[in-house]
């Protein structure tokens, strides 16, 4: 009989293995149903006008859809990205120019056990960007 509260004291060792496709799975069986699932192609509203299409997996009995870590990951882009275009996530910081280019300093907060990295800048629409370190 299962019991709510664990016996910390007598507790087992366990392993496992996790294989190299779990989180890009290849197929997937529904958790209700028990059934094998099929492909699906799904487009996910994120915002009145952001959509996301990624690739998961349909029941055809109870029609639930499920998504692999690596189409999760695609779905957090778009969201970071939906706050970022929606103003919810800002900082105000000057623009100067020193002859050639434009520079902003970055906050200390925000770059706390950060080394000198290289960034990414991606244009996300007119007088707009998303800097991001790599």
Not at 34 to 56: L, P, Y
């Amino acid at each position: 009989m299962k019991s709510d509260n664990p016996d910390w004291e007598n507790l087992e060792e366990v392993s496992f293995e996790i294989e190299k496709e779990a989180f890009s799975p290849k197929s997937m069986t529904c958790s209700d149903c028990k059934r094998k699932m099929s492909r699906s192609a799904m487009e996910v509203q994120i915002d009145s006008n952001i959509f996301v299409k990624v690739n998961g997996f349909e029941c055809a009995k109870c029609h639930k859809k499920y998504i692999g870590l690596e189409e999760s990951k695609k779905m957090d882009r778009a969201m970071v990205l939906n706050r970022i275009i929606n103003d919810s996530i800002s900082m105000k910081r000057k623009l100067s120019f020193d002859g050639d280019n434009y520079t902003f300093r970055v906050p200390k907060e925000l770059t706390q056990n950060v080394e000198k990295k290289k960034i990414e800048i991606i244009p996300i629409g007119p007088n707009r960007f998303c800097a991001t370190m790599q």
